[in-house]
């Protein structure tokens, strides 16, 4: 059928276009006088020499790495390549930078020293960070190395012989090999280490992947055969042209991570420092930028003005911005989750008595709605995301109610393009019809990371009246580790995340991990389910399809219960019965609640005509301007005609399964009250009822029902 074809391939289009990571400019160059990162191609504010380009994996969301990340690398650091080697190569005085790549759990880029060193990440199968250097990291691991005096740790020691074939890229063969360290684990990132170069000295060559323990290496050199490891980086033209005569500080002091974290941090923060002024005139043009955006929006959409805080990074920046702006003379929405961490919550409240603006803040909490909702949607997934529309959506809407009576706001809100494609896109001046009264402006769109902790750490803030620098307090959990704030259980989270929730806040961990695992035993859900985050997808991308092949998980979704989803089968493909009709015959898995379903009917079609004797629904009316008829039966078949071969089946089949769903799963999660721009539909005593000479038939109540995503998904997969 042309029309289901065509669909399919704007899916299919879609699916390709999600694989281009790139979400906006890359830009990272480096100051090599100041030891400092540049945030464009421009001079140095304290040198005023240029920098070099820093090669930047996409989508380029560079961020500075606070205690809690030194803290990790020098343990992944330390643990493969000795004591102390992690802290001497990434001293709380030298600038680290992190840059999330993609991955199956958090990945990122380390910067340090104007160089990409390795990569951090955390390993899903042994629950724990690993560090994973590259070429030029390898190079300054093995000379701190050496300069400790640390016994040889992950080395693999070439012959004479070997070293021209790893620098052409081969792997590491027993011929090439002359001795190794005896620490080596299959699967380890390993030091490839000529001992004879020209200039004499041993040097760092290559990067290899262990194919095996050492303990089978000495088999292997006696055989003189066998691959001791993979040559995964090696020495070339653009290594030996970079600078790798970086001073490493043997003296310093060492930390004792546990105990000395405020002291860590506080010497990491000063180092950052460094960067605002290096970038000093960089930053003020991009928050000039960002303020001129504020003044002419406001001036242009002439509506009370407010901010969506979260008690996030993002969102501080933006609140930041607006109060240079309009002094106290807007709005704090913070829409309160039910699922937020203590420290948000406190940091919100902290935020609105730094700047005075207590009696500014508005604040809304959706309680335990979540956990109800759970009981019927099941867990949130990444492309199932009912709480973002039920928690925070009905709670901006609350607030713009009750406060302005259902008049239009201009909410500025921290969205920013490099989290996402759908941010990227989006406008900078927008609607979303999740929350139709609120006109949504983002300042700070084309901002990364690093710009933004940049301004929130150390650009002034002074008080109108004063003048006096107001101290505004940032949520501490941003140095401990959480990369991310907002709901604590979100879907989007990395297992990482959920590992430091266990830690950092148990009975929060202990409450949703207990509902996971209630929930897959009910669903014959394997344990892997809970234990790598699988809940976190009802459908999955190749990556992690490919993962949960991997381990051999299967999961069975339609496994029978009542909960189980609405499915579609078509009885009677898209045909034509004579010259001038064609139709497609299908049934749902389930029967009709009538009742429920004659409710949410007319959302579709108000002129419906229910012959209650023989139990089947008829309508005859148009659809995008083209006449159709529709028979609808009530044990869940039905017939849809149409005359015009060009006729939308599929687009009507898909609301009509959207309006079954509704029907059968309806929670009352109001979504759709809130969506509604004409005020047609209510909640009455736990129903949700649409008012006939209200709705227009716009379908968006069927399309924004949490459960129309599920029909959606269902029917991609039916065979028109
Ligand atoms: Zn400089």
Known sequence: MSTSKRSLKGFQKR????????????????????????????????????????????????????????????????????????????????????????????????????????????????????????????????????????????????????IPFILNGKSILAPGVENYSEDIKKGDHCLIISKDNPSGNSQCIAIGVARENSSNFQEMLEKNYGELAKNKAHLNLSTKNENTNIEFDLNQKLYDSNDDFEQINKLILLSLKQAYQTNYQYLQRKIKKSLKFIKRTIEEIKKPVAVAYSGGKDSLGVLLLVWKVLDRNFKIFFADTGLELPEVLENVQNIAKDLKMESNLIVESANDIFWDLIESFGPPGRDYRFCCHSLKAQNIMKIINNIYGGEKVLVFLGQRQYESLNRMRSKKV???????????????????ALTLWLFILFEPVKDFESESLLDVSITPLYYKGHERLGCYLCPASNLSNFKLLKTSHPKLYERWFSFLNSYAQKHKLPKEWVQYGLWRFKQYSPQWKNFADSLNILIDYNSPDSSAPLNLNIAKGFSQNSDSDFSIKGKFSHTLIIDDFLRFLPALNKDFHWDEVNGIIDINSEFKKKPYSLKIFIDGSFILNSKEKEFDFYKLTELLMGTVSRSLYCNNCKTCVNVCTQNAIKSESGKIIIENDKCINCYDCITHCPFFQLAKKAIENVNF
């Open 430 to 448: 927008y609607v979303n019809s999740f929350i139709p009264l609120q006109i949504a402006a983002t300042p700070i769109k084309s901002w990364n």
């Open 15 to 162: 699916k390709r276009e999600m694989k281009a990571p790139y979400l906006g400019q890359i830009s990272l160059f480096w100051c090599d006088y100041c030891n400092a990162p540049l945030l464009d191609n421009i001079e140095c504010d304290i040198c005023k020499n240029k920098g070099h380009k820093i090669p930047v994996s996409p989508p380029g969301d560079i961020r500075p790495a606070f205690a809690d990340d030194y803290i990790t690398l020098w343990k992944c650091i330390d643990k493969l390549f000795g004591k102390r080697v992690g802290e001497t190569l990434l001293p709380t005085s030298k600038i680290a930078l992190l840059s999330r790549i993609g991955g199956l759990d958090r990945t990122e880029e380390v910067i340090v020293d104007g160089k990409i060193i390795g990569i951090l990440q955390f390993n899903i199968l042994i629950n724990d960070f690993e560090f994973l250097p590259k070429m030029i990291g390898g190079i300054f691991i093995f000379k701190i190395q050496e300069a400790l005096n640390l016994l040889p740790k992950k080395h693999i020691i070439l012959n004479t012989d070997g």
